[in-house]
């Protein structure tokens, strides 16, 4: 099974400023990555697929990047409605699993 | 509009059974696989499992194989989950979702809670 390590676990700013995420995984998954957002009572929201094509109607302060065992989600410049918890996903292998979510929080 | 929508979630006894219904609209649901994910606030999200478009493939987590059953009926635009044999583990909230790979449209989720 991969392991998806995401971090930090949660992450202070403000709004306007850059936020960066992190997901390791446990083996190589080429660009097999997608990123989801969740608000509380919310399903989450898949924002990136494939490491860095975003999904439709996500806007393009949201960006994907990485390859291999190492990716990186952007937010170039957070808005108010961006603190959310951010989850990676792989689909190289069965089971896909997730990463345990990093939470941005207003600062 | 693109929409799913869960329903059949509840409480049931350890040993009990549910079965999970989701309602798609919007797209070609026989054009693709389908898939549900649960979540819970200890382990997080967990993919369970997912169905081919003709429902003749089907995967499942290792924690359910034997106990949770996938299907669709393509006719009525319908993904099932057969839950048998229900644990204490099991109780989350189940989402169905579009997709095998990346999942770009979910439900809103149905809670499942395995207590007595």
């Known amino acids: 099974e991969v392991v998806l390590t995401q971090s930090p676990a949660t992450l202070s700013l403000s709004p306007g400023e850059r936020a960066t995420l992190s997901c390791r995984a446990s083996q190589s998954i080429s660009s097999s990555l997608g990123w989801y957002q969740q608000k509380p009572g919310q399903a989450p929201r898949l924002l990136i697929y494939?490491?860095?094509n975003r999904a439709t109607g996500i806007p393009a302060r949201f960006s994907g990047s990485g390859s291999g065992t190492d990716f990186t989600l952007t937010i170039s410049s957070l808005e108010p409605e961006d603190f959310a918890i951010y989850y990676c996903?792989?689909?190289?292998?069965?089971?896909?699993?997730f990463g345990q979510g990093t939470k941005v929080e207003i600062k | 509009e693109v929409q799913l929508v869960e329903s059949g979630g509840g409480l049931v006894q350890p040993g009990g059974s549910l079965r999970l219904s989701c309602a798609a609209s919007?797209?070609?649901?026989?054009?693709?696989?389908m898939t549900w994910v649960r979540q819970t606030p200890g382990k997080g999200l967990e993919w369970v499992a997912s169905?081919?478009?003709?429902?003749?493939?089907?995967y499942y987590v290792d924690s359910v194989k034997g106990r949770f059953t996938i299907s669709r009926d393509n006719a009525k635009n319908s993904l099932y989950l057969q839950m048998n044999s229900l644990r204490a583990e099991d109780t989350a909230v189940y989402y169905c979702?579009?997709?095998?790979?990346?999942?770009?449209?979910w439900g809103q989720g149905t809670l499942v809670t395995v207590s007595s």
């Open positions: 494939d490491a860095s």
């Open positions: 979702a579009k997709g095998s790979g990346s999942f770009d449209i």
């Open positions: 996903q792989q689909r190289s292998n069965l089971p896909r699993t």
């Open positions: 169905i081919k478009q003709d429902g003749s493939e089907k």
């Open positions: 919007g797209f070609t649901f026989s054009s693709y696989y």
